[in-house]
C-alpha cells in the first residue's frame, strides 16, 4: 500500500572527519560566502528552481557537510543565469559560489 | 661567394638569423596545422581571390604605417612606424647598396647588414644618394627609438597612462633591440673616421670621434652590433617581438575569413603571438581605470597564456565588456581567447538539464507570428516586461511569452564561463522550442539573450532586441510616441552596442520622446555598467567603483532620466543610483504612447 510518503533512511556525517581543505581554499577564493543568512531569495528567483528541486541554500549546506557527490548533481542543474546573484540582500557572489563549487570539484580541472 | 667581404664579426649574426627562421617556420608550420575544418576551408574557399590583395594591403597599412595606432596617439605612431618602417628599408635600402657596389644581384647575404665595413671606397653608382638614404633611415629609426625609451621613463607623454611590464626574455630582446641602432651609428661613424665613407649622420660623427684610438674599437663595435642582432634574432620568437611576424600571417587569415573557433585551434595560437604587447588594453579596461585592478587585462592575460603561466583569477577576472577588443590595434579576439581558456579550466560530460521539459512552452498558446522572450535578467526588473506587453497590446501584435514562468536560459551566460557543452544543451532545447512554435520573429529584451540567439544559435527566423522591434512599429506607424521636453541620455549596452552594433536604434526611439544628449563615452566607446556576468572575481565593492564610473559619464550633462536597453544594467544602475531616474528604453516608450 502507498501512503504518499516514506521514512528517510538513516545516515550519519561525522563532520570532525571531515577533509575541511576543499571548504577552506574554497571560502578564501568567496569571501562572501560566509555572510550568507539562509534566507532563500536566491531560490525564490532561481529559473532551474522552476522545473526542479534545485536549490543554492541546499548547495552551500552540502558543501559544508562535504557531501560533494551529491552536491555535484545538484551542481549540474544551475543555469547560471545570474538571477541570485542580483536579488541576494547580503551581497553574496551566489553565482561565482557555483561556478568555483564546480570547478573545485571537477577533477578535471588543470588550470 | 666573395670572400673578400668576410669577417668572423657576421657569425653571430648569420647564427641568429638561422636560428630565427628555423624557429619561425616550425611555429607557423605547427599553427597552420592545427587549424580546424572549417577555418581550413575558408582558407581554401578564398586564397585566390581579392581578398588576398585587401590582405597585401592591410599587412603594409598595419605592420609597416601602423594606422590604427597613429589613430590611438600619433606620437605613439610615429614610434611604431619609424622602428617598423625605418628597419625594414634599411634592410631593403642596404641590399640596393650593396648590390650597386657589388655590380650583380648576388651578394653575400651579411653585406647590406655591414656595408660600411666591407666598402674600400671605390665609386658605385648613386654612391652619395645611396649613402645619404642610408643616414637618413638610421636617423629615423634612431629617432622612434628616442620614442620608445621616453615612452619607458615617462609614458604619459606618449598617451599612455600606462606601460607593459616586461618578462625576462622580453627585456633581453629589448635591451638587445636598442641596442642594435646606435651600436650600428657607432660602428659606422668609427668607420668612416678612418676611411671617410660615411654619409651627413655618420661622417660628421666619426670626424668628432677621430681623435680617439678609433682603429682599436672599430671590430669591436661591429662585433658587438652583430652580437646585438643575434640575441635579438634567437630571443625574437620568445618575446612579444613574435608579433612582427605573426600579425601578418593573421591579417592574411583574418582578412580570408578565418574566425576564432570556440575551441583551442591554431588560430588561437597565431593570435596570441601576434600581441605586441604595446599596452593600449590597459588604457581603456574599466577594471583598470575604475577598479584599479592594474595586473589581469588582455595584454597580461595572452603573455601569460603564452607563458605557460597562467593563473585562474587572471583568467576570470574580465568583464568581457570589449572595449580592449576594440581598442587592440593588432584586432585581437581577446575575450573569445579567454572563454577558450575558461573552457580548459575543466569540463564535465554528463547530460545537463534533462528537466527542461520542451513542449510545456508553447503548449496550450495560440500561435502568434511574435515571440517574446524577456531572459532571467528581464525577470528580476518586471518594469521592463509590463512595458512589452503594453507596447504589444497597444500596437496591437499577437506575441507568444516563451519564458513568462521565468524557467530558460538563454545559454550565454555559460557560454561565457567556458562551460560549452551546457550552453550547447540549452541551445538545442531552446532551437527545438522556437521552430515548434512556428513564428517568424523573435523580440527579446535582454542584449544577452540577443547576442546569444543572433550569433550563436543557427535561427531560421528574425531575431531582434526590443530597441530594434519598437523602432520597426514606429516606422509602421504602429505606435505614435508623444515629445516631451525632457533631457535624456542613453547608455550602449556592451552586448548590443559593440556586440551587435545596434546603436541607431536606440537613439531614434529616443530623439522621438525627448531631447537625447550626448554623453562622452558612447557607442562603441561605451563603458561597462559593472554588472557583467562574465566576471567571477570581482567583489561587490569592485564592481560598484565601475558603476559609479559609468554613472558618472552619464550624469554629466544632468539630464532627466538615464536610459537603457539592457536590463542587467539598468538593475546594476538602480542598486548604485539613490535616485530613481534610470529607466529601460520600453518603459518611457510605454509612458509615453
Redesign the interface.
Same mark, same amino acid.
Request: hydrophobic share 25%.
Given at each position: 500500500m502507498k501512503f504518499g510518503f516514506s521514512l528517510n533512511t538513516s545516515r550519519t556525517i561525522d563532520l570532525d572527519k571531515l577533509d575541511k581543505k576543499k571548504q577552506e581554499s574554497f571560502t578564501d577564493d568567496i569571501?562572501?560566502f560566509k555572510r550568507c543568512f539562509a534566507c532563500g531569495g536566491c531560490a525564490a528567483?532561481c529559473?532551474?528552481q522552476?522545473?526542479?528541486d534545485f536549490n543554492v541554500l541546499k548547495c552551500n549546506l552540502l558543501f559544508r557537510r562535504g557531501e560533494f557527490e551529491t552536491l555535484?548533481k545538484e551542481l549540474?542543474?544551475c543555469?547560471?543565469?545570474? #538571477?541570485c546573484t %542580483?536579488?541576494c540582500p547580503r551581497?553574496v557572489?551566489t /553565482?561565482?559560489m557555483i561556478?568555483?563549487m /564546480? /570547478?573545485t570539484l571537477?577533477t #578535471?580541472?588543470? %588550470? | 661567394m666573395n670572400l673578400d667581404m668576410y669577417n668572423p664579426f657576421v657569425i653571430p649574426f648569420a647564427f641568429g638569423v638561422v636560428i630565427l627562421f628555423v624557429n619561425l617556420a616550425i611555429a607557423f608550420v605547427s599553427w597552420l596545422y592545427r587549424l580546424d575544418k572549417v577555418q581550413r576551408r575558408q582558407i581554401g574557399k578564398n586564397i585566390i581571390s581579392f581578398k588576398t590583395l585587401a590582405a597585401i594591403w592591410e599587412a603594409i597599412r598595419e605592420c609597416l604605417f601602423h594606422r590604427n595606432i597613429f589613430k590611438t596617439n600619433p606620437i605613439l605612431g610615429y614610434m611604431h612606424f619609424s622602428l617598423a618602417f625605418g628597419w625594414l628599408m634599411l634592410i631593403v635600402i642596404g641590399k640596393v647598396e650593396a648590390v650597386a657596389y657589388e655590380g650583380q644581384y648576388f651578394t653575400n647575404p651579411w653585406l647590406a647588414i655591414f656595408f660600411r665595413f666591407f666598402e674600400d671606397g671605390r665609386d658605385y653608382p648613386y654612391k652619395e644618394v645611396l649613402t645619404f638614404v642610408m643616414d637618413f633611415l638610421l636617423c629615423f629609426v634612431l629617432s622612434g627609438l628616442l620614442l620608445a625609451f621616453i615612452k619607458r621613463m615617462y609614458s604619459k607623454l606618449l598617451g599612455m597612462r600606462k606601460t607593459t611590464k616586461h618578462t625576462p626574455s622580453d627585456r633581453v630582446a629589448l635591451i638587445s633591440l636598442w641596442c642594435i641602432f646606435p651600436l650600428r651609428l657607432l660602428a659606422e661613424s668609427s668607420t668612416a673616421a678612418i676611411e671617410h665613407n660615411g654619409g651627413f649622420l655618420t661622417q660628421s660623427l666619426g670626424n668628432l670621434l677621430a681623435f680617439l684610438p678609433v682603429e682599436k674599437f672599430v671590430t669591436p663595435l661591429w662585433w658587438a652590433y652583430s652580437i646585438a642582432l643575434c640575441l635579438f634574432f634567437v630571443f625574437m620568437p620568445f618575446t612579444r617581438y613574435m608579433h612582427i611576424f605573426t600579425e601578418v600571417l593573421l591579417i592574411f587569415l583574418r582578412k580570408w575569413g578565418v574566425i576564432e573557433s570556440q575551441k583551442h585551434t591554431g588560430y588561437t595560437d597565431i593570435e596570441i603571438n601576434s600581441c605586441s604587447r604595446c599596452g593600449i588594453c590597459i588604457d581603456v579596461c574599466q577594471l583598470n581605470t575604475a577598479a584599479k585592478i592594474n595586473d589581469v587585462q588582455s595584454v597580461y592575460f595572452i603573455r601569460d597564456v603564452r607563458d605557460l603561466s597562467l593563473d585562474r583569477h587572471i583568467a576570470n577576472n574580465c568583464l568581457l565588456c570589449n572595449r580592449c577588443v576594440q581598442a587592440c590595434p593588432v584586432g585581437i579576439e581577446t575575450t573569445m581567447i579567454r572563454q577558450i581558456y575558461r573552457y580548459k579550466q575543466g569540463n564535465e560530460d554528463i547530460p545537463f538539464y534533462e528537466y527542461i521539459n520542451t513542449s510545456k512552452y508553447t503548449e496550450g498558446k495560440n500561435s502568434a507570428p511574435i515571440l517574446y522572450f524577456a531572459g532571467c535578467m528581464t525577470h528580476i526588473t518586471p518594469g521592463i516586461i509590463d512595458s512589452m506587453k503594453n507596447i504589444f497590446d497597444k500596437a496591437d501584435d499577437k506575441y507568444i511569452f516563451i519564458d513568462e514562468d521565468k524557467n530558460i536560459c538563454c545559454g550565454r551566460p555559460l557560454r561565457q564561463q567556458g562551460f560549452l557543452e551546457q550552453a550547447e544543451v540549452l541551445k538545442e532545447k531552446l532551437t527545438s522550442i522556437i521552430k515548434d512554435s512556428g513564428a517568424e520573429v523573435l523580440v527579446t529584451s535582454c542584449p544577452i539573450c540577443y547576442n546569444s540567439f543572433a550569433n550563436e544559435y543557427n535561427l531560421d527566423i528574425k531575431v531582434l532586441h526590443h530597441t530594434q522591434y519598437i523602432k520597426e512599429l514606429i516606422d509602421k506607424g504602429k505606435l505614435n510616441l508623444s515629445k516631451q521636453d525632457v533631457k535624456l541620455v542613453y547608455h550602449d549596452p556592451c552586448e548590443i552596442s559593440r556586440g551587435n552594433n545596434i546603436y541607431e536604434e536606440p537613439r531614434i526611439i529616443i530623439n522621438s520622446i525627448g531631447n537625447l544628449h550626448s554623453t562622452k563615452n558612447e557607442k562603441d566607446d561605451t563603458l561597462c555598467c559593472g554588472g557583467s556576468l562574465a566576471n567571477i572575481e570581482l567583489n561587490t565593492e569592485q564592481a560598484a567603483l565601475i558603476t559609479s564610473q559609468t554613472l558618472d559619464v552619464l550624469t554629466k550633462p544632468n539630464p532627466d532620466f538615464i536610459i537603457t536597453s539592457c536590463p542587467l544594467c539598468k538593475k546594476t544602475f538602480t542598486k548604485n543610483c539613490s535616485n530613481n531616474k534610470i529607466l529601460d528604453i520600453s518603459e518611457i516608450v510605454s509612458r509615453n504612447i
Open positions: 569571501p562572501t528567483t529559473s532551474a522552476q522545473h526542479t555535484e549540474e542543474k543555469m547560471l543565469c545570474g #538571477k %542580483l536579488v551581497n557572489n /553565482r561565482a561556478i568555483k /564546480r /570547478r571537477n #578535471k580541472t588543470n %588550470l | -
